[in-house]
């Protein structure tokens, strides 16, 4: 089965504090692509990141970083010295292959809402 | 460059009523994906197309239908309006569909309210 679990609902850090997102994901291919993505308030989807499943790196980009673990396979994301205007949803993401040969979806989680309070 | 833009922003209808959203992709970027955001989960994969053919399907009923024209937009067609699908409905563009480098730019959705 393909699936992803963000078991955090919500969220609250004061601002400046550091704040994890955990995503652990299902899937029985052995090459796939997970994201994050970031849904403020207006609704649209932000893309932030795309990890395949060779790079085992962890990447960071300013004060967001990702730490992928095949082992666990958990890909979580890291905001440092979070600010107010980081509150937002956030989903992680698994894309997943349809039937018909090269065509793919994404599948969500359900989402964490991060509340970062001034 | 323009980003994924989807019209209109918000529809209040009614149940049994038919709806049409819009999608217009990224310049460039032949495939369009929908996607149905239900309040509080995370979005559910609709459809994909890619060069004007349904590539993929979700697990929704044939009320759901989409089509993509010859400039690669796209329309999202509901029949008979449920209050269960009231949601936010996003389109998501890329460059190659099932393309290893693929990665579905979003739109800012269309929130439908059925009433």
């Known amino acids: 089965a393909q699936k992803v679990t963000q078991a955090q609902t919500e969220i609250s850090v004061v601002e400046k504090e550091d704040v994890t997102l955990d995503c652990v994901y299902e899937t029985r291919d052995t090459t796939y692509y997970l994201f994050w993505y970031k849904q403020p308030p207006s609704g649209e989807l932000v893309f932030l990141i795309r990890?395949?499943?060779?790079?085992?790196q962890n990447e960071i980009s300013g004060r967001y970083s990702w730490n992928f673990q095949k082992s666990t396979s958990s890909f979580n994301f890291t905001i440092t010295a979070s600010q107010v205007v980081d509150s937002a949803v956030y989903f992680c993401?698994?894309?997943?292959?349809?039937?018909?040969?090269?065509?793919?979806?994404?599948?969500f989680g359900t989402g964490t809402r991060l509340k970062v309070l001034a | 460059d323009a980003g994924v833009t989807q019209s209109p922003t918000h529809l209040i209808k009614t149940r049994g009523q038919h709806v049409t959203l819009r999608c217009s992709p990224i310049s460039g970027h032949k495939s369009v994906s929908w996607y149905q955001q239900v309040l509080g989960q995370g979005p559910q994969f609709i459809f994909q197309?890619?060069?004007?053919?349904?590539?993929g399907r979700g697990n929704f009923p044939d009320r759901f239908s989409a089509r993509q024209f010859p400039n690669y937009s796209s329309e999202l067609n509901v029949n008979a309006l449920l209050l269960g699908d009231s949601a936010l409905y996003l389109c998501?563009?890329?460059?190659?569909?099932?393309?290893?480098?693929?990665?579905?730019?979003f739109g800012p959705g269309t929130r439908l309210l059925v009433l």
């Open positions: 197309y890619y060069e004007k053919e349904e590539r």
């Open positions: 990890r395949n499943s060779f790079d085992e």
């Open positions: 998501a563009s890329s460059g190659l569909a099932g393309g290893v480098q693929e990665t579905q730019y």
């Open positions: 993401a698994l894309r997943a292959p349809l039937p018909q040969d090269g065509t793919y979806k994404y599948i």
